[in-house]
């Protein structure tokens, strides 16, 4: 049993592991991580990365971007240029509004506003974040099979063309 289950996790880390579909799987983990759909975050991930043939393993690694320690900055930094970008100014939000943000209240139209602008601009920063992710990966993968190419007697773990 625990055989199989070595093999499983050999299987998901190896699959769809060519440097254009690792680069993919990082763009989109990210692009995923970003934008504002906590919550369902990982079925979505695991959804986009079957259906798009890429590595489940890498696209559910990369969306964890949205951790507890960053997931606050990603969200104020959302809102901060969906505002600039809606309106051309940044939204004023004070600690007692921030706190009050907990409350039922915030479901009404604040909530909607500040949830559109956070949309809009976690979405361009999903972009650039995941683009430069996708590249830096591409980069390493690259690298690295022409590393293991270039010794003697090596197998480079790819799934060959895409």
Same mark, same amino acid.
């Given at each position: ?31 995923? $991580?970003?934008?504002? +759909?906590?919550?369902?975050? =990982?079925?979505?991930? !695991?959804?986009?990365?079957? *259906?798009?043939? @890429?590595?489940r393993l890498t ?43 907990? $409350?039922?209240?915030? +479901?009404?139209?604040?909530? =909607?506003?500040?949830? !559109?602008?956070?949309?809009? *601009?976690?979405? @361009? ?5 995941g683009a430069l ?30």
């Amino acid at each position: 049993m625990w055989s199989r289950f070595k093999g499983f996790l050999a299987h998901l880390r190896y699959e769809h592991s060519s440097p254009g579909r690792m680069a993919a799987s990082v763009f989109v983990g990210l692009f995923l $991580g970003i934008v504002p +759909l906590y919550g369902v975050q =990982t079925p979505i991930c !695991l959804l986009v990365a079957t *259906g798009l043939r @890429l590595n489940r393993l890498t696209v559910v690694g990369a969306a964890q971007i949205s951790n507890p320690l960053f997931a606050p900055f990603l969200i104020a930094a959302g809102i901060a240029l969906g505002d600039w970008l809606r309106y051309g100014r940044l939204h004023e939000l004070d600690l007692d509004q921030a706190r009050g943000l907990s $409350g039922l209240w915030w +479901l009404g139209s604040e909530a =909607t506003d500040l949830f !559109l602008s956070c949309l809009l *601009g976690d979405t @361009l920063i999903a972009l650039v974040v995941g683009a430069l992710g996708a590249a830096a990966t591409y980069a390493w993968r690259v690298r690295a099979d022409t590393v293991a190419s270039a010794r003697p007697g090596a197998d480079v773990l790819g799934d060959g063309p895409e």
